[in-house]
C-alpha cells in the first residue's frame, strides 16, 4: 500500500446542492498531528467529513487517506480509521460489551486487552446499556473503540457539543495522549474554537463551503492581529486592511490578516493584539459592522 506523510489530502473538493456548494476544498493533514476544522454552522464542515467518508458522492475532486483514493480503497481505509460524530447510532437496548462485540466484527484487528483497559481508563461499565450512558460517556464509548482497532486517524465532528467543561476538558487530554506516538491523526471539526486553541496543530476555516484558510495555528495567530483605536485612525486607506471590523461611537475594533503591515501603518497610534482562532472565525463571517 501506499504511504505518504499526509495522512489525509482533500484536494479541489467540490458538492453541488440545491441551495449550497461546497466549492474547491483543497487541505492536507499530516501524520501524527491534531487539525481543528472550523466554521460556522452551515459553512460545510459536516458535508466535507461526509465526503471523505464516501457517505455522500462528490461532484469533483480527490481524497486521499493514508495515501489511497477513498473510493478505489474505501474498505481498507475504513478499517483503519474511526469517526465520532456528533451524535452515535448504537443499539440503545445493548450494553457496552456487548455492542463492543458488534463493533469488533468489522474489524480485522481487534484488541481486546486494549477495550479493557479503555473501560477501566475512562471509568465506564461494560454492563451499563447504551440508552443509560450521557452523551460524554457514549463519546469514551467511541473513542475506546478507535483505540482498540488501532486506527491511525480518528475523524470527529463536533465531539465536543453540548458536553460540560470538565468532560471537555477529559475528552481533549485522550486527544492529546492518543497523537503521542506521531503514527496517529485527529481531523477534529467543531465551532468551539476555544478547544482547538488548547490542543490543534493545524487549523482549516472554511465559510459558505469555501476555503478561507490552511495552516499550522501557531502561523495563523501569529500572521493575524486584533487592532483597536480611536474612530479618527479608520479611514478608506487603512481600511483595506481589514478582514472585518467592529465600529461605534467611542471606536473600532478589527481583524487584520498582516499585524506587521498593521503595526506599520499605525504605529503607536492603535492597540494591537494577538487574535484567538475565536475571533477570527468572528470576524471573518461578521465582515464589517456598526453598533
Excluded at 481505509?77 to 445493548?94: M, P, Q, S
Excluded at 482498540?148 to 476538558?169: C, K, N, Y
Excluded at 498593521?262 to 503607536?268: D, L, P, S, T
Aim: proline share 3%; glycine share 6%.
Amino acid at each position: 500500500m501506499v504511504e505518504t506523510d499526509n495522512i489525509l489530502t482533500v484536494d479541489k473538493l467540490t458538492k453541488h446542492f440545491k441551495d449550497f456548494t461546497l466549492q474547491n476544498v483543497s487541505f492536507q493533514l499530516p501524520r501524527g498531528y491534531v487539525m481543528g476544522f472550523i466554521g460556522p454552522n452551515g459553512s460545510g464542515k459536516s458535508t466535507t467529513i461526509k465526503l471523505i467518508l464516501n457517505l455522500l458522492h462528490k461532484d469533483r475532486g480527490q481524497i486521499k487517506v493514508f495515501g489511497l483514493d477513498n473510493l478505489d480503497h474505501e474498505l481498507a481505509i475504513k478499517d483503519r480509521l474511526a469517526f465520532v460524530l456528533d451524535e452515535n447510532h448504537y443499539y440503545e437496548e445493548l450494553s457496552i460489551r456487548d455492542m463492543a462485540r458488534i463493533v469488533a466484527s468489522f474489524y480485522k484487528h481487534w484488541e481486546p486487552q486494549t477495550f479493557e483497559k479503555c473501560l477501566k481508563d475512562f471509568e465506564l461499565n461494560p454492563k451499563q446499556k447504551i440508552k443509560k450512558l450521557s452523551k460524554g460517556m457514549k463519546m469514551k464509548f467511541s473513542l475506546a473503540v478507535a483505540l482498540s482497532h488501532g486506527a491511525e486517524l480518528l475523524i470527529m465532528d463536533e465531539p465536543t457539543a453540548g458536553l460540560d467543561p470538565m468532560v471537555r476538558s477529559e475528552l481533549l487530554e485522550i486527544l492529546t495522549a492518543l497523537i503521542q506516538d506521531e503514527r496517529k491523526s485527529v481531523f477534529f471539526s467543531t465551532h468551539i474554537t476555544s478547544d482547538l486553541d488548547k490542543i490543534a496543530d493545524f487549523v482549516t476555516f472554511i465559510h459558505h463551503g469555501e476555503l478561507v484558510l490552511s495552516a499550522p495555528k501557531d502561523d495563523i495567530l501569529e500572521k493575524y492581529g486584533i487592532i483597536k483605536g480611536s474612530n479618527d485612525l479608520f479611514d478608506e486607506e487603512s481600511r483595506s486592511l481589514f478582514v472585518g471590523i467592529k465600529t461605534n461611537k467611542f471606536g473600532f475594533e478589527g481583524l487584520v490578516r498582516d499585524r506587521e503591515r498593521a503595526q506599520r501603518c499605525y504605529k503607536e497610534r492603535a492597540i494591537v493584539e494577538r487574535p484567538t482562532l475565536e475571533d477570527i472565525m468572528l470576524y471573518t463571517v461578521r465582515g464589517e459592522q456598526h453598533v
